[in-house]
Protein backbone atom coordinates (compact mmCIF):
# COMPACT_ATOMS: atom_id res chain seq x y z
CA UNK A 1 0.00 0.00 0.00
CA UNK A 2 1.11 3.92 -0.62
CA UNK A 3 0.36 5.79 2.53
CA UNK A 4 0.42 8.46 -0.63
CA UNK A 5 0.48 7.07 -4.25
CA UNK A 6 3.37 8.37 -6.60
CA UNK A 7 3.23 11.80 -7.77
CA UNK A 8 4.66 14.85 -8.65
CA UNK A 9 4.02 18.48 -6.66
CA UNK A 10 3.04 20.07 -10.01
CA UNK A 11 -0.57 17.80 -8.61
CA UNK A 12 -0.48 19.82 -5.36
CA UNK A 13 0.06 23.61 -7.02
CA UNK A 14 3.59 23.67 -6.52
CA UNK A 15 5.76 25.69 -8.89
CA UNK A 16 7.65 22.86 -11.66
CA UNK A 17 10.91 24.71 -10.74
CA UNK A 18 10.84 23.99 -7.18
CA UNK A 19 13.84 21.70 -5.79
CA UNK A 20 12.42 19.21 -2.64
CA UNK A 21 14.79 18.46 0.23
CA UNK A 22 14.42 15.16 2.23
CA UNK A 23 16.33 15.47 5.84
CA UNK A 24 15.53 11.94 7.77
CA UNK A 25 15.92 12.40 10.74
CA UNK A 26 16.14 8.74 11.49
CA UNK A 27 17.76 5.45 9.94
CA UNK A 28 15.72 5.37 6.73
CA UNK A 29 15.53 1.94 4.11
CA UNK A 30 13.00 -0.58 3.19
CA UNK A 31 9.73 0.28 3.28
CA UNK A 32 11.34 3.30 5.69
CA UNK A 33 12.23 5.37 2.47
CA UNK A 34 11.06 7.95 0.44
CA UNK A 35 10.87 6.43 -3.14
CA UNK A 36 11.85 7.89 -6.26
CA UNK A 37 12.03 8.65 -10.34
CA UNK A 38 15.35 9.41 -11.95
CA UNK A 39 13.57 11.40 -14.72
CA UNK A 40 10.03 12.90 -15.13
CA UNK A 41 7.78 9.80 -16.95
CA UNK A 42 10.41 7.47 -16.32
CA UNK A 43 8.95 5.42 -12.96
CA UNK A 44 12.53 3.39 -12.65
CA UNK A 45 12.20 3.82 -8.11
CA UNK A 46 14.75 3.60 -6.22
CA UNK A 47 14.82 3.96 -2.48
CA UNK A 48 16.64 6.28 -0.34
CA UNK A 49 18.49 4.75 2.03
CA UNK A 50 21.10 6.23 4.99
CA UNK A 51 21.88 6.39 8.50
CA UNK A 52 20.36 9.30 10.59
CA UNK A 53 22.89 12.40 10.10
CA UNK A 54 24.67 11.02 7.09
CA UNK A 55 21.81 11.91 4.30
CA UNK A 56 20.12 15.09 2.67
CA UNK A 57 18.85 14.36 -0.89
CA UNK A 58 17.51 16.72 -3.03
CA UNK A 59 15.67 15.97 -5.76
CA UNK A 60 13.40 17.46 -8.90
CA UNK A 61 9.75 16.57 -6.82
CA UNK A 62 8.12 18.86 -9.09
CA UNK A 63 7.94 17.24 -12.17
CA UNK A 64 9.72 13.62 -10.83
CA UNK A 65 7.41 11.21 -8.98
CA UNK A 66 7.63 10.35 -5.54
CA UNK A 67 6.27 8.35 -2.82
CA UNK A 68 6.81 6.12 0.16
CA UNK A 69 4.91 2.99 1.11
CA UNK A 70 3.30 1.79 3.99
CA UNK A 71 6.48 1.37 6.98
CA UNK A 72 6.47 -2.07 7.85
CA UNK A 73 9.58 -1.93 9.51
CA UNK A 74 10.01 -1.29 13.21
CA UNK A 75 11.48 1.51 12.84
CA UNK A 76 9.40 5.07 13.17
CA UNK A 77 9.85 7.27 9.62
CA UNK A 78 10.51 10.88 10.31
CA UNK A 79 12.22 13.64 8.21
CA UNK A 80 11.96 17.04 7.22
CA UNK A 81 10.50 17.51 3.97
CA UNK A 82 11.05 21.50 1.99
CA UNK A 83 10.61 23.01 -1.49
CA UNK A 84 13.04 25.79 -2.18
CA UNK A 85 13.30 27.95 -5.44
CA UNK A 86 15.97 30.08 -6.43
CA UNK A 87 14.65 33.77 -5.91
CA UNK A 88 16.35 35.45 -9.33
CA UNK A 89 14.01 32.21 -11.07
CA UNK A 90 10.74 33.11 -8.93
CA UNK A 91 11.02 36.85 -10.01
CA UNK A 92 12.10 35.81 -13.52
CA UNK A 93 9.01 33.89 -13.77
CA UNK A 94 7.15 36.61 -12.65
CA UNK A 95 6.08 34.35 -9.60
CA UNK A 96 6.41 37.08 -6.73
Not at 27 to 43: C, M, N, R, V, Y
Not at 56 to 72: D, M
Not at 82 to 93: E, K, N, Y
Request: glycine share 10%.
Amino acid sequence: EFSIGPHADVAYGHHPCSVNFYVPLTKIGDTASLFLESEPGKEDWHPIVGEYGDTVKHFAGAICAHWTSENKTQQTRVSLDFRLIAGTMFHDLKCG
